[in-house]
């Protein structure tokens, strides 16, 4: 017992040891919830979820402890939260208690599956057993989070083998429904069934670490944390950044003017008279803090330094990074704007693309968390967990800015998820001729970490692209890498337009003299690209 007059000592020593076993009571609940999750996405997961395929399934049944990341939320003062996903549109289900999401591939570039359970308070083993939840003990109930769109189809099912039927009876008819619509997807159409059709996969997973509030929060900060678990992976290091002040995102919001950005791009000083250059657009959206790690600036930088070895200038690479578009300071930083500015990305794109003779090669380096139909994530201005319209580019969108492009050649290198409705459309198309497409998998297929732009990094200025893919087949993986080359023989050329093979050899400097950077037209091919525009079509 305490003394009288020791009593503020002792009340503190009491207050510290009561923490102490508070935080202790708390990390053995949070492990006993991640044990539990990872054993539901081991055990009963594909049981549940109909729609993930065999061998999602098998993977993640064997997926090692070690390689699984966990994500935590849990209230404050009693207060529930809320949980939205930047593809769903709304909050993802009610308010609950707690949330625990377990990504079990986060070396893996989102959107990737990953796996959102609900943990409720003050809920019985029957409640929880009728709510179709795992019930954890001490009143804890624990159940999967599903889209909407997604939940009442899952809960119809009682048995597996109903569910696989029924599937498959849904895939038939919308088999059915995309034969019938193959003659308008091959004309280019956009109508809802090619849309149908391009979503077919992945419908119903989670492919992005959620935003999770408070539900009265007005200012929505993430609780969502990652959190250090004996046996688990290591927490992702996101990197440390700042998403755009008020006035900003407000600006490009409502409109674009010239108050509204602290540097403005002036695309058309990038073209110059009598004078054709080589052109890169650097892109990396990020969407969130969370989403966005060191190595996002790593891809992002190295590839800018592959670009100026083989020639490009500085003035003519564009960098579209994150939501205030900070990177190191350095060379690198002279042409960064904030991914943030869709209108400012698109305008720059298109006008590199009317404008006569100002193209060389067009490179596009794409490395953004992307949705399962291809369309990719920018970043969250108004803060509200979810993709609007200005907040994503869509891959419809990116053809329209390439379409009938004026660059002597156009290389798309696609370093993230989900490039197969990008390649579906550029093989359908007759409107991009010049357009090469070289990405990291095919169809609904993920990118893992950076292997493939560390592997573009390294093209020297004497490889011709086709060549430097077939020496160094065993390293790129080739069996997944997707290439599309609209006009065969694009790819027979260095990243510059110079030629792969010639007899004698071109010294360097005739590279650099007569490829490289930018050269100057002679006056009458410059008039005669002027004549051609002015032409009638």
């Known amino acids: ?38 054993g539901y996405l081991r055990g009963s997961l594909c049981r549940r979820a109909s729609f993930l395929s065999e061998a999602e399934c098998r993977r993640l049944a064997e997926v090692p402890q070690t390689e699984v990341a966990v994500y935590a939320a849990e209230p404050r003062a009693g207060e529930k939260l809320l949980t939205v996903l930047p593809d769903s549109g709304l909050s993802l289900g009610t308010a609950h208690d707690a949330v625990l ?22 809920v019985n083993e029957r409640r929880c057993g009728a709510r179709d939840g795992l019930y954890l003990g001490n009143h804890e109930c624990m159940t999967l989070a599903l889209k909407s769109r997604c939940e009442n189809l899952l809960k119809r099912r009682s048995g597996r083998a109903e569910r696989q039927n029924t599937t498959e009876r849904a895939r038939r008819r919308l088999r059915g429904r995309v034969a019938g619509s193959r003659r308008k997807r091959e004309a280019g159409s956009s109508g809802p069934r090619s ?12 492919h992005f670490v959620p935003l999770v509030v ?11 944390r990652c959190v250090e678990q004996k046996g688990f992976a290591p927490c992702p290091r996101p990197l440390v950044i700042s998403s755009p002040n008020p006035a900003t995102a407000d600006c490009e919001l409502n409109k674009n003017t010239r108050r509204c950005h602290r540097q403005q791009l002036r695309s058309q000083k990038s073209c110059r008279m009598y004078q054709t250059c080589d052109h890169g657009v650097l892109f990396s959206g990020g969407w969130k803090e969370h989403l966005t790690y060191q190595r996002h600036v790593d891809n992002v930088i190295h590839f800018y ?36 500015e869709k209108v400012m990305i698109r305008s720059h794109i298109a006008y590199i693309c009317r404008a006569v003779s100002c193209a060389d090669s067009l490179v596009l380096y794409l490395n953004s968390p992307t949705r399962n139909d291809g369309t990719m994530l920018l970043w969250d201005v108004n803060n509200n967990g979810i993709a609007d319209q200005k907040e994503r580019y869509t891959v419809g969108e990116l053809l329209t800015d390439l379409e009938g492009c004026k660059a002597h050649r156009v290389f798309m ?6 490039s197969g409705t990008l390649m579906k459309k550029l093989l359908a198309s007759t409107k991009h001729p010049n357009v090469v497409l070289i990405s990291n998998s095919r169809a609904s297929e993920f990118t893992w970490a950076s292997s493939f732009t560390e592997f573009w990094t390294e093209l020297q200025p004497d490889q011709c692209l086709s060549d430097y893919i077939v020496k160094n087949v065993a390293r790129t993986a080739s069996s997944t890498l997707g290439i599309v080359e609209a006009t065969p023989g694009l790819m027979n050329s260095t990243i510059y337009g110079g030629p792969c093979y010639n007899n004698p050899p071109l010294t360097p400097e005739e590279v650099k003299r007569e490829y490289m950077g930018c050269q100057n037209l002679p006056t009458a091919v410059w008039y005669q690209t002027i004549q051609r525009k002015d032409l009638p079509h």
């Open 214 to 224: 408070g539900q009265k929060d007005e200012n929505k900060e993430q609780r969502l």
């Open 1 to 38: 017992m305490c003394r009288h007059w020791e009593w503020l000592f002792c009340a503190a020593v009491l207050a510290e040891v009561r923490a102490g076993e508070g935080s202790q009571f708390k990390a053995a609940r949070l492990h006993r919830w991640s044990t539990a999750g990872l």
């Open 413 to 418: 290198f696609i370093d993230q998820s989900y």
């Open 195 to 206: 849309r149908r059709e391009e979503r077919l996969e992945g419908l119903c997973e989670i």
């Open 305 to 340: 330094r592959m670009l100026r070895r083989n020639g490009f200038r500085s003035e003519n690479i564009k960098t579209f990074f994150a939501g205030d578009g900070q990177l190191p300071v350095g060379e690198e930083t002279e042409g960064i704007y904030p991914a943030t």
């Open 101 to 122: 999401t377990l990504d079990p591939s986060p070396e893996l570039s989102f959107g990737h599956p990953l796996t959102v359970f609900f943990v409720d308070f003050s």
